[in-house]
């Protein structure tokens, strides 16, 4: 998957400048410095946040069987694949939050609530459309052996309430330049969520593994950024962004 992709942004690079490789006289190693001492955060928050749902199986193999976890293992990768659609958006939307950033309070409010309001909507429906059909969908695509992973999947997905908005949070961050903010609350909730399944994995199995990663991400995005000025503000946007559509349906 990442060998398509970076060969896909080769032919990007040969559409745009017309030659496939870029001229190593053109190297800044102090622009590299400075770029990967700006990402370095980003990175940090994201391996922590991805670190989650894969020490997760990790745990279950070792504390409880493999069988359970070929069936969490089932019910995470579906939910990854949807995981696509907050990149998407973001990466599109995220020029416009820079412009309205620079325009004043106000505006750059207006842009993050309809930004959230849109993925907490999209976790919403995904949610809601899992409650209905993932068992069918289990057995559709993987067959009898895995249903146990229907009931999973139906409580895993809603991980993604929280994870979108944490994506979201990551860029803002970036934009009000405060990103070692969000890789503490990152490392706090990864720490809470081993801690937790310690104690759940061995008592629930694989749905002990969901309510520690559920609590986790309820941790990193709602207890300690209410400590925080700069999450508190966004946690508040974002909660107010699910009533959005109905206010705006009667503004």
């Avoid at 106000?106 to 993050?112: G, P, Q, R, V």
């Avoid at 995904?126 to 069918?136: A, K, M, P, V």
């Amino acid at each position: 998957e990442f060998v398509l992709i970076e060969t896909l942004y080769l032919f990007v690079y040969r559409k745009e400048y017309r030659e496939f490789f870029f001229k190593f006289s053109e190297i800044s190693v102090l622009r590299i410095k400075s770029l990967f001492k700006a990402s370095l955060p980003i990175m940090i928050t994201l391996f922590l946040s991805n670190s989650i749902a894969r020490i997760d199986q990790l745990m279950i193999g070792n504390l409880v069987s493999a069988t359970e976890l070929g069936k969490y293992a089932v019910a995470v990768k579906l939910v990854d694949v949807w995981q696509f659609l907050p990149f998407a958006i973001i990466n599109t939307i995220f020029p416009i939050v820079v412009s309205r950033y620079n325009e004043g309070e106000a505006s750059y409010k207006l842009i993050s609530q309809k930004l959230y309001s849109c993925l907490v909507w999209i976790s919403i429906g995904l949610g809601l459309g899992t409650y209905f059909i993932g068992e069918e969908l289990i057995d559709f695509l993987y067959g009898k052996k895995y249903l146990g992973s229907g009931k999973l999947l139906v409580f895993y997905v809603w991980t993604t309430f929280f994870t979108f908005f944490l994506y979201v949070r990551t860029k803002v961050l970036t934009i009000e330049q405060a990103l070692k903010v969000g890789v503490w609350v990152s490392l706090i909730s990864l720490i809470a969520n081993i801690a937790l399944n310690f104690y759940l994995i061995p008592q629930m199995g694989a749905k002990g593994a969901i309510a520690a990663s559920i609590f986790s991400y309820l941790l990193g995005t709602i207890i300690v950024a209410l400590f925080s000025k700069t999450l508190r503000k966004h946690l508040w946007w974002y909660l107010c962004s699910v009533f959005y559509p109905i206010k705006q349906m009667f503004s």
